[in-house]
């Protein structure tokens, strides 16, 4: 047996599977794909994503833009007749693109998640404003105008904070979140 694990095994792997490569049991029927709301933005659908991975395409599902659109519906997971978690399918991508610092050019998901999380590390809590650059530059200048008028409503309206604020016993909430994801170099 080869001591090599494959990329559908480091997903399995990533996806706590128990016993076996989940995955591997697709059929192909294409539920997922049909089910997605977001599959028409997605460079490969969630049915074709799966069968790269177990045609052992890193490369390729690395490269995709498909899970980090995912919105977390989990309409496919639910209705998937193999019952394959596609849904942590899809965190397990994104997990795996960030720790191995292997995602396309351009894409928000990336940058905005290690905002987010960098975020919640130092204060417990979001905070919008500080999350905004990751993305706001992308759009172009009507709909970046549109997000600052719509902060702007929210802020006047007292439903977004004017600064930032901390949890209680931020320390012992640190100490938790090392406990299930790497700190290294977030703090
Ligand atoms: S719904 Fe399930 S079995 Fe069908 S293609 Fe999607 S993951 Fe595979
Ligand atoms: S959980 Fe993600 S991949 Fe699944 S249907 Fe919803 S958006 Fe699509």
Known sequence: MSDTITFSQEISNLLHATEGEPLKTCIQCGTCSGTCPVAGYMDHTPRLIISMINRGMKEEVLESNTFWYCASCYHCTVRCPQDINITELMYALKRYSIWKSKY????????????????????????????????????????????????????????????????????????????????????
């Open 104 to 187: 396309k050019e351009g894409l928000i998901g990336p940058t905005f998640s290690e905002s987010f999380v960098k975020m919640i590390i130092r204060s417990g809590r979001s905070y919008e404003p500080i999350l905004a650059p990751s993305y706001i530059f992308s759009f172009g200048m009507r709909d970046m105008l549109l997000e600052v008028q719509g902060a702007t409503e929210l802020l006047l309206k007292g439903r977004l904070p004017v600064l930032p604020s901390r949890i209680k016993r931020l320390d012992k909430f640190k100490k938790m979140l090392g406990r299930i994801i790497p700190m290294g170099g977030l703090e």
